[in-house]
């Protein structure tokens, strides 16, 4: 057998490029590649790219330049460097890449990576490839799976893709164009992942897509299942702790969701709800569909369905034409809902875009000075949820051994980091912990006492079904 080739991948963006750089992984194992951190003894190097917000495709092109010299390096010592460029720029911006780096071979957009093994040989044959057709086809079903020691050595939480694509078409966003209309995998599929992932002692799944709640696959009787439906379906396999689902729109929530929330213990109380304004005239140039009291009522269902439900959201300051009034909007809205955190963003042009070719640009300064009130106040509120978890016990899912020798940290139901001293056998379990003490971020806690962690032992051994 030939000597393992070396593949090093650098992803960039949201979950939904983590996920797929796993994928591009598992395609390429069956080539032979394994996974290395240094870029200098890569055989392939893959950029996987995101095109979201700011300057996306010059970072790209300054990477590529760094690569070039590695590329360059390795050709001197009669080694063959492949780069790829994988991800939104590539399937937006593909032939122009082609074009301006020569340093590339392949470039390949989010729907064609199935193809990784042919597009290579093509390269090596042919000189460079080029695909960013979007089949309709389940891309995922095609994609080798990953065997149980690459899933156990990605920890304990998994990603699984179930929805992908959107067809909302906000004005400032790129995603419509780059990965397509929505698509949602069959129920079928997605329980095969998930019970192939939790079989190799995955305990929590988030379910990603663009548009999660917009979910509409094919459910094992033919019809279309709502996400409230899959994560039913999901809650049964043996194994699985925790669901979570990103990212969603306030348009898509239905009944069967909030009903999943209120029945499904393993559904945890923690929903990504981006809003992105509170003013109704910036939401409507936005094309987002729906108002400020529309969002609030949304959040308000699903507080209804479940008391401890907590959010978090994405904003965008600076939309144009956005004013002072409009701003003001966005920071009550935020002073209504109470988050337990957000991501704010300053707005950027994407080209081809319908917001890009909108003329009353907000001055910098007014942004940067937006951005920092509404991200002191977002801090303030997350600070303030976190301090509330004082004095109180929460389960925590326990996933990896923390920085100081002895400390293993966790997550509870709304994403916060819990650290507890503790034996490392307790990672993949969920654990009461009394809550002793916070930063910013992060708590800290102990389990409860006894012999041996016997009273915790017996209490996890409830929680996690044996
Ligand atoms: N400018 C700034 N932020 C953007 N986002 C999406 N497009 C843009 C843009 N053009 C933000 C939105 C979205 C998040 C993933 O990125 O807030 O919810
Ligand atoms: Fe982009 Fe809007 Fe679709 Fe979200 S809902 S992916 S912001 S177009």
Request: aromatic share 6%; with cysteine.
């Amino acid at each position: 057998m030939s000597a393992p080739r070396k593949l090093h991948i650098k992803s960039y963006g949201c979950q939904m490029n983590v996920y797929d750089a796993q994928r591009m992984v598992d395609t390429l194992a069956p080539e032979g590649f394994v996974e290395t951190a240094s870029v200098d003894d890569a055989d392939l190097v893959i950029l996987n790219t995101c095109h979201i917000r700011e300057k996306a495709s010059e970072k790209v092109y300054s990477e590529l330049g760094r690569l070039r010299v590695a590329k360059d390096e390795a050709a001197r010592r009669d080694r063959r460097m492949d780069v790829v460029v994988a991800g939104c720029v590539a399937q937006a911006e593909g032939e122009e890449i082609i074009r301006r780096a020569p340093v590339v071979d392949v470039v390949v957009g989010p729907q064609s990576y199935h193809n990784l093994p042919q597009l290579l040989a093509r390269a090596r044959t042919e000189g460079r490839a080029l695909d960013t057709e979007f089949p309709v086809e389940d891309k995922f079903a095609r994609l080798p799976q990953p065997k149980p020691a690459a899933i156990r050595a990605r920890g304990i939480s998994a990603f699984v893709t179930v929805q992908e694509g959107c067809d909302k078409f906000c004005t400032f966003c790129v995603v419509p164009y780059t990965r397509g209309a929505e698509v949602s995998r069959p129920v079928a599929r997605i329980v095969e992942d998930v019970t192939r992932l939790t079989e190799s002692g995955v305990r929590e799944i988030t379910l990603i897509g663009q548009n999660v709640n917009a979910y509409h696959g094919e459910g094992p009787d033919g019809r279309s299942w709502t996400l409230g439906r899959l994560l039913h379906r999901l809650a049964a396999i043996p194994g699985i702790a925790r669901l979570r689902y990103s990212t969603s729109h306030p348009r898509d929530v239905d009944d069967s969701l909030l009903e999943a929330h209120r029945d499904i213990p393993a559904v945890m109380p923690y929903v990504h709800l981006p809003v992105q304004s509170g003013s109704d005239r910036i939401l409507a140039a936005m094309n987002r569909r729906h108002t400020a009291a529309e969002y609030r009522h949304a959040i308000a269902r699903f507080r209804a369905h479940r008391a401890d439900i907590a959010f978090s959201s994405d904003f965008i300051v600076g939309f144009p034409g956005e004013t002072e009034e409009d701003f003001a909007a966005t920071l009550a809205l935020v002073g209504q809902i109470g988050y337990a955190g957000a991501y704010s963003f300053k707005y950027s042009p994407r080209p081809g875009t319908p917001a890009a070719d909108m003329q009353e640009m907000v001055a910098p300064a007014t942004m940067d000075e937006r951005l920092a009130r509404l991200q002191d106040l977002i801090d303030r509120q997350q600070h303030a949820f976190n301090r509330a978890a004082l004095g109180t016990t929460v389960d925590v899912l326990f996933e990896r051994t923390g920085r100081v020798p002895g400390q293993i940290v966790g997550r509870t139901p709304w994403l916060q980091p819990a650290h507890v001293m503790a034996s490392d056998d307790i990672i993949g379990q969920v654990l009461p912990v009394a809550i002793t003490g916070h930063e910013r971020y992060s708590l800290f806690g102990t389990l409860p006492a006894g012999p041996g962690h016997a009273a915790a032992g017996a209490r996890a051994a409830a929680l996690n079904g044996g």
